[in-house]
């Protein structure tokens, strides 16, 4: 079936770097714009960043411009989140979610933690 | 950025009841509007696009309305597996935003 699984999540000392991954399965990878959402520890969810289905578009949302990078491996149907200069406040959950202009996010990995902590 | 305001933050209701969630978004954003169900410890489950169709294999208890800045989302005849955080989102432009949720609970 339609999958999306996460990885590459961990504890890591504030201002240091961490790599997720994202791997997609069962669906046509490259024609599916990709986003990142996040949920810090019993809070609401907060949209992180999206990418086109060719990596021409990408958006962050404000609190992490400039120190998350956002790509894919067509290749590889393989979404990543470059996390760089990571602050206490990163702390959380990470969700890769497929995306349709139409259908929304329709499709949720199952998360991948990420404690960012001294 | 576009904000998403949900009423109730938290509902208390029975099995078998009917209840209603709103959202309202600060500006309008036509019907680009979904609703998720999470429960504790699982990733978010599209319930509703496009303000009113539902997902694939989602009962037709869940029913999505709205346009504009105004939706609701109403479950009929709650079953104990209901009881969740339900929260609605906008999609039509960037930064897409979520609502705070609503947790609902069994009364």
């Known amino acids: 079936q339609v999958q999306l699984v996460e990885s590459g999540g961990g504890v890591v000392q504030p201002g240091r770097s961490l790599r997720l991954s994202c791997a997609a399965s069962?669906?046509?990878?490259?024609?599916?714009?990709m986003h990142w959402v996040r949920q810090a520890p019993g809070k609401g969810l907060e949209w992180v960043t999206v990418?086109?289905?060719?990596?021409?578009?990408?958006n962050y949302a404000d609190s992490v411009k400039g120190r998350f990078t956002i790509s894919r491996d067509n290749s590889k149907n393989t979404l990543y989140l470059q996390m760089n200069s990571l602050r206490v406040d990163d702390t959380a959950v990470y969700y890769c979610?497929?995306?349709?202009?139409?259908?929304?996010?329709?499709?949720w990995g199952q998360g991948t933690t990420v404690t960012v902590s001294s | 950025d576009i904000q998403m305001t949900q009423s109730p933050s938290s509902l208390s209701a029975s099995v078998g009841d009917r209840v209603t969630i709103t959202c309202r978004a600060s500006?309008?954003?036509?019907?680009?509007l979904a609703w998720f169900q999470q429960k504790p410890g699982q990733a978010p489950k599209s319930l509703i696009y496009?303000?009113?169709t539902l997902q694939s294999g989602v009962p037709s208890k869940f029913s999505g309305s709205g346009s504009g800045t105004d939706f609701t989302l109403t479950i009929s005849s709650l079953q104990p597996e209901d009881f969740a955080t339900y929260y609605c989102?906008?999609?039509?432009?960037?930064?897409?935003?979520f609502g705070q949720g609503t947790k609902l609970e069994i009364k």
């Open positions: 979610a497929r995306g349709d202009n139409y259908y929304g996010l329709d499709v």
């Open positions: 069962e669906f046509t990878f490259n024609i599916y714009a």
């Open positions: 990418i086109s289905y060719d990596e021409s578009t990408k």
């Open positions: 500006q309008g954003i036509s019907n680009y």
């Open positions: 496009a303000a009113s």
């Open positions: 989102h906008q999609y039509d432009s960037f930064p897409y935003t």
